[in-house]
């Protein structure tokens, strides 16, 4: 099978070396390929990042790439870019079985260049609720406050929703973004598959950090502040990691004591401190799925997450994940001081639960495989 994926970011290496992969789906996207390469001929068409290199071993494919000034200059380029895009999606696509785009300018791009092979689209965040006035709200707080990039934002993931519909299936990652799909796509055409991780990119060590909390503070729905509340002036010793335009102000109202921001961090330092935390804590109210949750029961951590529908379907009711009610503050110390309280013996049964989930449902070879057979079904005409 011949599968052509299409991702808006490219993976390069920093001045250190140290690989950088700018979002969630990019992270999906090229761990997707780079299985199915395994067993089938992949090729990527992406972002050009002048004078960025990549380890070849992660990235075992073909890629092809155009301009993206949004990359270069770090503007805003994104119609632009769909465009360039979509002229090469044109030039390639016919080479390939399926083409493979994640949302949400590669599916804008599939669209334009009218791509006349299959095209199963890879939906990870859905940002837009009805009506139209929330989704429009909805983009405007991704845009940093602009209205009119807020609603082009919103136009345009409505289009590539419509797009999607068409297709002969929608692969998307948790049961919560296969439920917000459902305004948008025929229920019969959703595929859920999951995201993963690779077992041995992380390890626990000596745990001297009581809670870490990973997260964006460009977006209020991530609760931040929330979790600074809940655990401000306590003994709990606290990592918060993470950039965004709130920082200024949530750093502000809780640093200090016992509450430490690192402000954002290499891949390999947020894999140092999640070896280093006792508890890993999640307190969004939206999710596409949790990645990051798999990411702690990875190094060793206790899980404690906000009841959303993306944690539950990470936790794919295990219990090895400890759940608090959303947005509430005294929940979630609660849940915290819980699991910081177990005993050795407890901790160290609730981490090799951790292990087992991941193994089970959300190693990265088992949702390839998911996939591949979605693709096949897809080539084949049988969806």
Known sequence: MKILFTAELFPFCDATGELQIQGGGEINTYALARELSNNNEVAVLTSEMPESSYPKELFPFAVHSVYNRKTVLKRPENLRFAVRLSRGLRRLSEAFDVIVPQTFIPV???WLGRVKKPVVPLVYDVYQPLPF???????????????????QGS?????????????????TISKASSDALQYWIPRHKIRLTGCGVYLDEYRAGPKDIDVVCIARFDVPYKNVDLVCDALFN???STCIVGEGKLRKKIEHEYGGKNIRFTGAVSESDKKELLARARVLVSASSVEGFGITLLEGLASGCLVAASDIGAHRFVDHGSDVIKFFDTGDSTAMKSVVTALLNLSKRDVSKMQSRGIELIQRYW???SVARKTEVLLKSVVRGES
């Open 234 to 236: 306590s003994n709990i």
């Open 133 to 151: 006035v929330s989704g429009v709200a909805a983009w405007q707080d991704l845009q940093n406050g602009s209205f009119a990039r807020g609603l």
């Open 155 to 171: 136009l345009l993931e409505r289009i590539c929703l419509y797009y999607a519909s068409s297709c002969p299936i929608v692969i």
């Open 108 to 110: 804008l791009s599939t």
């Open 363 to 365: 190693l990265w070879e």
